[in-house]
């Protein structure tokens, strides 16, 4: 089993900067990916950043420039560093990581985090 815990949301104004975490403890071993998701009221549950396990990084074109991924593997953490926020990045933000193991793939969820941007 694993579990993904997510910190750092909140409230915050315009043009303002948010850092996320997520930690992942349990059984590790075979990630190949952890990233970033965020669903909006309303609105599909979409990518927003991943870092690979080679450390290679994919962003959402919605958030290049703006939101940085990086990870710490020693503490099995992900981070996402967030600048220059807008109100239409409000959501539920949730870490995700999926894990290649020889029997199986598993696909893992944080409970979430909300992110209000708004004045």
């Known amino acids: 089993q694993v579990q993904l815990v997510e910190s750092g949301g909140g409230l915050v104004q315009p043009g303002g900067s948010l850092r996320l975490s997520c930690a992942a403890s349990g059984s590790t071993f075979g990630f190949t990916d952890m990233g970033w998701y965020r669903q909006a009221p309303g609105k599909q549950r979409e990518l927003v950043a991943l870092i690979n396990s080679d450390g290679s990084t994919n962003y959402a074109d919605s958030v290049k420039g703006r939101f940085t991924i990086s990870g710490d593997n020693a503490k099995n953490t992900v981070y996402l560093q967030m600048s220059g926020l807008k109100p239409e990045d409000t959501a539920v933000y949730y870490c995700?990581?999926?894990?290649?193991?020889?029997?199986?793939?598993?696909?893992?969820w944080g409970q979430g985090t909300q992110v209000t941007v708004s004045s």
């Open positions: 995700n990581a999926h894990q290649n193991l020889a029997i199986a793939t598993y696909v893992w």
